[in-house]
């Protein structure tokens, strides 16, 4: 399975970022598709529940976040609005299908202020 992402890049604090995933090469179809994000030498943390399709309401992204989801083609996009210097992170795509669990490459976000 192939796990792609892309969008990511250097932003301006306040604007907003697309991140897209495709998966591919999965044999009985993908169960399940989320982003998480991590920054360096912090946890991994999920951004959307990728079971129900919820987005996470924490307060560090709260009202910030959409997603979107193509289940025919496998493609996840993540919109981040409101961009801030502490969304700064590496974002990763996880896909689930039959055989279990695989993550992308990532794609580094950076926001400046």
């Known amino acids: 399975v192939q796990v792609v992402e892309s969008g990511g890049g250097l932003v301006q604090a306040g604007a907003s970022l697309s991140l897209s995933c495709a998966a591919s090469g999965t044999t009985f179809g993908v169960h399940a598709m989320g982003w998480y994000r991590q920054a360096p030498g912090k946890e991994l943390v999920a951004l959307i529940n990728?079971?129900?399709?919820?987005?996470n309401s924490g307060e560090s992204v709260k009202g910030r976040l959409a997603i979107s989801r193509d289940n025919v083609k496998n493609t996840i996009t993540l919109r981040i609005t409101n961009l801030k210097t502490e969304d700064t992170h590496m974002y990763y795509c996880?896909?689930?299908?039959?055989?279990?669990?695989?993550w992308g490459q990532g794609v580094q976000v950076t926001v400046s202020s």
């Open positions: 990728m079971w129900d399709g919820t987005v």
């Open positions: 996880l896909v689930v299908d039959t055989f279990g669990q695989h």
